[in-house]
């Protein structure tokens, strides 16, 4: 079964500071894609960063940025100079490119707090 | 262009009634899919429909049901509702079906259902 694992339930960081959200992930799959989706308070949750499984690079949109390491199956979110606006749930997600199952599929997410 | 509309917000329900949920995804997509959000859970995929047909469903009772209309609108139905079925119920969009080649989804805000 594919399966997406975030280890941290809850993390704060302080305004300005740089904090790095986990995510690890298993699928026998080659060719998939992956995400770093947003959810602020009450809010709809948004697509902050994706990162395809042939590409070598590591995304970066602005002040987020991934590790990608496609061997160890780990996805890890970075974000720099944190902002107020970063509170949200962050939730990791993968998607097979093509194959039979075409669903998102969801880890659990991590509570990022971002404190002034 | 508008994004995801899911009608109602919220709503409150008592065990074993039935209750239907309404999402209108972003002109010209044809893709919609539904996912349940509980604390305990995380997200988890109900189903997803494209072109009127359901692609793919997830592990959920047949209490929970769907159906997609000609002009890509959605609906989702739970009948006799459980305690355990209170949830934000997320709808999510996309052009092509499963996200297509890029797998992103356009989330609605929620429908935030409460039973009783």
């Known amino acids: 079964a594919q399966t997406v694992t975030q280890s941290q339930p809850e993390m704060s960081v302080q305004e300005a500071e740089t904090v790095t959200l986990s995510c690890t992930y298993d699928?026998?799959?080659?060719?998939?894609?992956l995400f770093w989706y947003k959810q602020p308070p009450s809010r709809q949750m948004i697509l902050v960063i994706r990162q395809e499984a042939y590409k070598q690079q590591n995304a970066t949109e602005n002040r987020f940025s991934v590790n990608f390491q496609k061997a160890a199956k780990s996805f890890s979110l970075k974000i720099s100079d944190s902002q107020l606006g970063d509170t949200a749930m962050y939730f990791c997600a993968f998607i097979n490119y093509g194959g039979s199952q075409g669903n998102l599929i969801f880890g659990k997410g991590t509570k990022l707090s971002v404190k002034p | 262009k508008a994004g995801v509309t899911q009608t109602p917000r919220y709503l409150i329900k008592t065990r074993g009634q039935q209750v239907t949920l309404s999402c209108s995804p972003i002109?010209?997509?044809?893709?919609v899919s539904w996912y349940q959000q509980t604390p305990g859970q995380g997200l988890q995929f109900l189903f997803e429909?494209?072109?009127?047909?359901?692609?793919n469903k997830g592990n959920f009772p047949g209490r929970f049901s769907g159906r997609q209309f000609s002009n890509s609108r959605s609906e989702m139905n739970v009948s006799t509702l459980e305690l355990g079925d209170s949830a934000l119920y997320l709808c999510?969009?996309?052009?092509?079906?499963?996200?297509?080649?890029?797998?992103?989804?356009?989330f609605g805000e929620g429908s935030r259902l409460t039973v009783l």
């Open positions: 699928t026998s799959e080659n060719n998939y894609y």
């Open positions: 999510a969009s996309s052009a092509l079906a499963s996200g297509g080649a890029s797998g992103e989804l356009f």
């Open positions: 002109s010209g997509h044809r893709s």
């Open positions: 429909y494209f072109s009127e047909t359901q692609r």
